[in-house]
């Protein structure tokens, strides 16, 4: 078993799309992945070893499953807790099964067999899973039927239907937005006036000129959007620098005075 | 009985037949007897549409026959199925409903979160208010786009979980 | 025709006949034939619908005598549907109810007038009296039509944040 191909057996364990078959020893290990989950993989066990699903040979089937468990591992597939929990659950069965039976009443031989719960257990499953496979090939017959195309009158309803988890979606997507501007919030805190003014300076210096449109879009918040407001203010008291718009309500570009000289 | 043939084609979800009486003014029984002879009529004309019960209400589609001409003309193509696992739990839920998350990991032996949120995602499953046990669990069951998906007319329509009892080894 | 019929009902808009040629593999003359064919055939039969030639395409819709009813149905459609922004307003009214048109503004960062103007009329919500507070403003919560439309059996059924992290992850 060392030489499988691992790359072959990445694979989400629980989201694959799965039948069990396989018979063959090489072509199990490709389909070790579609095992659903830990019922599945003992049915496909018990079929292999050409057991009775009511009278399980518990041991030989425990020892074969803890080989897959121990696979899976050593493949790095996580190991659902899920295949570990039945792991346990055979292990104490098949302990069980080595005491000496208690004398049993008459009429209830069965519900003494430690195996019963599974067989249940197992039988219920597959139940479900037959059921599962006419619920495919219903919606497989429905995929053949198509409803008429879009009409005038669909579009004066452009509404969707709810259900109370779109409501809950709808909240917990404001309440993600809110802890995002919240968390903007503190970042923006630790800016300050002297920071901005700073940063203003020297960006003028570097670029020699400044699109304030631009700049204002730079900002993040509201308060930084106004810090940099009083940057600017401060820098056309303090400095040698030209406001100028080339036309009404056109882009005020903040510039050097000495590059406009030089220029 | 046109007038029924109009409004059913105007819906764009199947049509319940109390809508029909609120809006044509007439008694449950002649428009359930209108639609019925409204289906045979389609069945009956070699029509390429179809006149049904699904999802609690009657609905105009084309019939399966013409699905390749339909595809190719829509370019579509048969729509992502659902995983195994969403399928059978879709099944667990389907019969059992309406069902709390614990009790579907008793019957599928499998964590089945993911393929719950898959399945309210896709409008399958609805929540069906919380049982009154430890932990008030939310329960769950089927949706109206799960009869229309399925192409049935109402739960009733499922085959019985018995039946495949005899299919069990 | 049984096809055609079938294409020009999943048609967005009127069908053209060069596309019923392609997808069918026939040539013009007999599917333009047919097409005359089907609609004189809706004509005579007693239908609720009509197909005809309609800016350079055939399209199937109700026919004009019956614009009453459809016109009726359209308008007394179930009302359980909301928009996107009314949808997340009612998901802070009930979430955070009772609450002010200020604090649902301050939730969704968007005004929120029109919604609730929309739920109010839907009666999903309703005020429940005045805040205490400067402008003493209109506080809102959700009303038992609200319950009974989202299946819910008393405001502690609404979907929590552990619901959810039990299905994510």
Same mark, same amino acid.
């Given at each position: 078993?060392?030489?499988?191909?691992?790359?072959?057996?990445?694979?989400?364990?629980?989201?694959?799309?799965?039948?069990?078959?396989?018979?063959?020893?090489?072509?199990?290990?490709?389909?070790?992945?579609?095992?659903?989950?830990?019922?599945?993989?003992?049915?496909?066990?018990?079929?292999?070893?050409?057991?009775?699903?009511?009278?399980?040979?518990?041991?030989?089937?425990?020892?074969?499953?803890?080989?897959?468990?121990?696979?899976?591992?050593?493949?790095?597939?996580?190991?659902?807790?899920?295949?570990?929990?039945?792991?346990?659950?055979?292990?104490?069965?098949?302990?069980?099964?080595?005491?000496?039976?208690?004398?049993?009443?008459?009429?209830?031989?069965?519900?003494?067999?430690?195996?019963?719960?599974?067989?249940?257990?197992?039988?219920?499953?597959?139940?479900?899973?037959?059921?599962?496979?006419?619920?495919?090939?219903?919606?497989?017959?429905?995929?053949?039927?198509?409803?008429?195309?879009?009409?005038?009158?669909?579009?004066?309803?452009?509404?969707?239907?709810?259900?109370?988890?779109?409501?809950?979606?709808?909240?917990?997507?404001?309440?993600?937005?809110?802890?995002?501007?919240?968390?903007?919030?503190?970042?923006?805190?630790?800016?300050?006036?002297?920071?901005?003014?700073?940063?203003?300076?020297?960006?003028?210096?570097?670029?020699?000129?400044?699109?304030?449109?631009?700049?204002?879009?730079?900002?993040?918040?509201?308060?930084?959007?106004?810090?940099?407001?009083?940057?600017?203010?401060?820098?056309?008291?303090?400095?040698?620098?030209?406001?100028?718009?080339?036309?009404?309500?056109?882009?005020?570009?903040?510039?050097?005075?000495?590059?406009?000289?030089?220029? | 009985?046109?007038?029924?043939?109009?409004?059913?084609?105007?819906?764009?979800?199947?049509?319940?037949?109390?809508?029909?009486?609120?809006?044509?003014?007439?008694?449950?029984?002649?428009?359930?007897?209108?639609?019925?002879?409204?289906?045979?009529?389609?069945?009956?004309?070699?029509?390429?549409?179809?006149? /049904?019960?699904?999802?609690? *209400?009657?609905? =105009?589609?084309?019939? @399966?026959?013409?699905?390749?001409?339909?595809?190719?003309? !829509? &370019?579509?193509?048969?729509?992502?199925?659902?995983?195994?696992?969403?399928?059978?739990?879709?099944?667990?839920?389907?019969?059992?409903?309406?069902?709390?998350?614990?009790?579907?990991?008793?019957?599928?032996?499998?964590?089945?979160?993911?393929?719950?949120?898959?399945?309210?995602?896709?409008?399958?499953?609805?929540?069906?208010? /919380?049982?009154?046990?430890? *932990?008030?669990? =939310?329960?769950?069951? @089927?949706?109206?786009?799960?009869?229309?998906?399925?192409? !049935? &007319?109402?739960?009733?329509?499922?085959?019985?979980?018995?039946?495949?009892?005899?299919?069990?080894?």
């Amino acid at each position: 078993m060392e030489d499988l191909d691992i790359k072959q057996l990445e694979f989400d364990f629980q989201n694959v799309q799965a039948t069990i078959v396989a018979e063959s020893r090489d072509e199990l290990r490709l389909q070790l992945g579609e095992f659903a989950g830990p019922l599945d993989l003992l049915l496909y066990l018990i079929r292999r070893e050409q057991a009775n699903i009511f009278d399980i040979p518990i041991a030989r089937i425990t020892d074969k499953y803890l080989e897959y468990v121990r696979l899976m591992e050593k493949l790095d597939i996580s190991v659902a807790g899920d295949f570990l929990v039945m792991a346990a659950t055979l292990i104490e069965i098949k302990s069980r099964m080595l005491l000496p039976q208690e004398p049993s009443v008459d009429g209830e031989e069965d519900s003494d067999d430690p195996r019963k719960e599974l067989v249940d257990q197992l039988l219920e499953h597959q139940k479900f899973k037959m059921a599962a496979e006419s619920l495919w090939s219903r919606a497989t017959v429905e995929q053949a039927v198509f409803t008429r195309g879009a009409i005038e009158t669909d579009d004066n309803n452009p509404e969707i239907s709810a259900t109370v988890f779109d409501l809950f979606e709808s909240f917990q997507k404001i309440m993600d937005r809110h802890r995002d501007e919240i968390e903007m919030e503190i970042k923006r805190d630790e800016m300050s006036l002297a920071d901005m003014l700073r940063t203003m300076r020297l960006r003028l210096k570097t670029e020699k000129e400044l699109n304030l449109s631009a700049v204002f879009a730079e900002m993040h918040s509201k308060r930084e959007l106004i810090l940099a407001f009083i940057a600017i203010l401060e820098i056309v008291r303090t400095e040698s620098v030209k406001l100028f718009q080339s036309q009404i309500f056109g882009e005020i570009i903040l510039r050097l005075a000495d590059t406009e000289a030089a220029s | 009985m046109a007038a029924i043939e109009a409004l059913i084609f105007v819906s764009d979800e199947p049509l319940p037949v109390r809508v029909l009486v609120r809006i044509l003014n007439e008694d449950k029984d002649s428009i359930e007897t209108a639609l019925e002879q409204l289906s045979v009529d389609y069945e009956e004309r070699e029509s390429g549409l179809q006149i /049904r019960q699904i999802g609690g *209400g009657w609905q =105009m589609s084309t019939k @399966t026959e013409f699905h390749e001409e339909v595809r190719e003309f !829509l &370019k579509t193509k048969p729509s992502a199925k659902l995983s195994l696992a969403s399928l059978e739990t879709l099944a667990v839920i389907a019969y059992k409903q309406p069902v709390t998350v614990p009790e579907i990991l008793e019957i599928r032996g499998v964590q089945s979160a993911s393929s719950i949120k898959t399945l309210l995602d896709k409008r399958l499953i609805i929540s069906r208010g /919380r049982k009154d046990t430890v *932990g008030k669990p =939310m329960q769950y069951g @089927t949706s109206r786009d799960f009869l229309i998906q399925f192409g !049935l &007319k109402d739960l009733s329509e499922l085959p019985s979980i018995e039946d495949f009892e005899d299919l069990v080894q």
